[in-house]
């Protein structure tokens, strides 16, 4: 016997809410990051100069490129979004401190926006990341 009171019904209608929001954001996500992902990895001369600006130099530019497009295809895997996320949030985190650090001014705002939405992300992915780490711990 199902339960179809009102409550139980609101309940079933916000968490298929949420779901699509999260799965809004995550296509969001995995967008950006590819994009910026694909500048990396192609040596685009901004990305280049840049990175030589903030001491990283080409190494550091292909690291981040690779993790940036790991972490969106890992957007689209249930059990790895969670932690994609969570691993982003951190990506950003270095991205706000270096655009900061090196006046930035403004442009702060964008690797804080974008942290902020993995972080809302990571946060409702929670307990896929909890599954993960269960199972690997096994």
């Known amino acids: 016997m199902t339960d179809t009171t009102p409550t139980a019904t609101l309940t079933i209608s916000r968490s298929r809410a949420g779901n699509a929001a999260l799965w809004t954001l995550q296509v969001l996500l995995a967008a ?57 949030v951190a990506l950003m985190i270095g991205a706000v401190t270096i655009t900061w650090a090196i006046g930035g001014g403004i442009l702060v705002a964008i690797p804080a926006t974008v942290g902020v939405l993995a972080a809302i992300v990571a946060y409702g992915r929670r307990d896929s990341t909890k599954a993960l780490t269960a199972r690997v711990r096994r």
């Not at 190494?59 to 932690?83: D, K, S």
């Open 32 to 88: 950006v990051y590819a994009f910026s992902a694909f500048g990396k990895l192609t040596a685009e001369a901004q990305n280049v100069a840049s990175f030589e600006t903030m001491g990283l130099g080409m190494p550091g530019m292909y690291i981040i490129g690779a993790l940036e497009l790991a972490g969106a295809i890992a957007m689209f895997v249930p059990r790895l979004t969670g932690l994609a996320a969570l691993c982003f």
